[in-house]
């Protein structure tokens, strides 16, 4: 647990007593080691959702529960790495920088959370994986929007190729689908615009927070709204021990865990090895999708899927040769919960 609160928490090669002991022989191995598990975790989410909507299809009740289950890690990642500022010197944050952090969560964790819990009722895990994966073109997209960015060719090149693989698997979906596939990808397209949004707010803050104390707010803040939400839809929180199982395994397994993971792997390897290596993401989906969901996958679903990974992959990569430092740098396609160590320097 030491080492894991030690690698949330900010710790880099320079600066971390443990770096370079017989346990991390070799630190970049075991980063870009801890990266691929991490991001295979990460993976998981969508067949945990699946499965468990196959007991009662409610997003906002598995939210909710999700959020119960995973506060309780947060909240103790949080008191430690208060403690930790207060130990070395620094100030506690002050109100104004809490609350957007607040915020941050609210757009990033609730709101996005909520479209994407609810796309899921209506699409496939490996087409919800493959819209969602986009979040880093919006990012492109909106920072150039805001003037902080500059779209290059190598930017606009990998948006066309990502949707145009996107449009091929969304074509297979569609006849089958029909009306569901609309709606589902639509809400998906949410997510991940909401994902981006709050992702140029959050890279902002982050450095005035640390990776830890920052995460530990937005995850905090994202959870009560997800709680109150089903408070206020329903007020019913029953549900089959198997949901309760299912999502239990959703918040360690593919949220708590893999977040750990990702800021291990980012303390010891580059946010750019880090960001190539999470794109094995929803190839792991696609798998578990069809291994244990029992979806279909054919020719032109690999055809498409391996184009979206081609764009952000070549998104990624032409990010990293700008050189970008901070949370542009370290973006980790494929899941809502991994900006937890964007501040980490290549």
């Known amino acids: 647990m030491r080492h894991c609160l030690r690698a949330i928490g900010g710790f880099t090669r320079t600066n971390d007593p443990y770096y370079g002991t017989a346990m991390f022989a070799n630190p970049r191995y075991l980063g870009y080691a801890l990266a691929f598990f991490g991001a295979a975790l990460f993976s998981t989410k969508a067949i945990f959702i699946k499965l468990a909507y196959q007991d009662r299809v409610d997003a906002a009740l598995m939210l909710a529960w999700r959020m119960i289950f995973a506060m309780p890690f947060y909240a ?20 104004r920088t809490i ?11 609730y709101i996005a959370s909520q479209f994407d819990f609810a796309g899921l009722q209506y699409i496939s895990a490996q087409l919800e994986r493959l819209v969602l994966f986009t ?13 902080g960015h500059r ?4 930017g606009l090149a990998a948006a066309g190729i990502t949707y145009a693989g996107l449009a091929i698997v969304f074509a297979i979906d569609l006849p089958v689908g029909g009306r569901d596939t609309v709606i589902g990808t639509l809400l998906v397209l949410g997510a991940a615009i909401s994902f981006a949004f709050h992702h140029l707010i959050a890279k902002a803050i982050i450095p005035a927070l640390g990776s830890a104390l920052y995460t530990s707010i937005a995850l905090l803040s994202a959870g009560v709204f997800c709680i109150l939400h089903q408070v206020v839809v329903s007020g019913d929180f029953a549900a089959t021990p198997r949901f309760l199982w299912l999502t239990l395994g959703c918040a360690i397994f593919a ?26 993401s929803p190839l792991v989906t696609i798998a578990l999708a069809v291994a244990v969901l029992g979806e279909p996958f054919t020719l032109a679903d690999a055809i498409g899927s391996t184009l979206v990974l081609a764009g952000v992959g070549l998104f990624t990569w032409g990010e990293g040769r700008q050189g ?5 740098a370290a973006d980790l396609p494929g899941d809502e919960l991994d900006l937890a160590a964007r501040e980490k320097q290549p």
């Open 255 to 280: 949220t708590v865990v893999p977040t750990f993971l990702i800021n291990a792997g980012l303390a010891r390897s580059s946010p750019q090895s880090v960001a190539m290596i999470s794109t094995i």
């Open 151 to 154: 779209i290059t060719p190598t």
């Open 76 to 95: 103790v990642i949080g008191l430690w790495a208060a403690r930790t500022r207060q130990r070395a010197g620094l100030p506690l944050p002050d109100g």
């Open 324 to 328: 970008k430092n901070g949370a542009e």
């Open 99 to 109: 609350a957007l952090a607040c915020l941050t969560g609210f757009i990033g964790y």
């Open 135 to 147: 979040y880093p073109i919006f990012i492109m997209l909106f920072g150039a929007a805001l003037g």
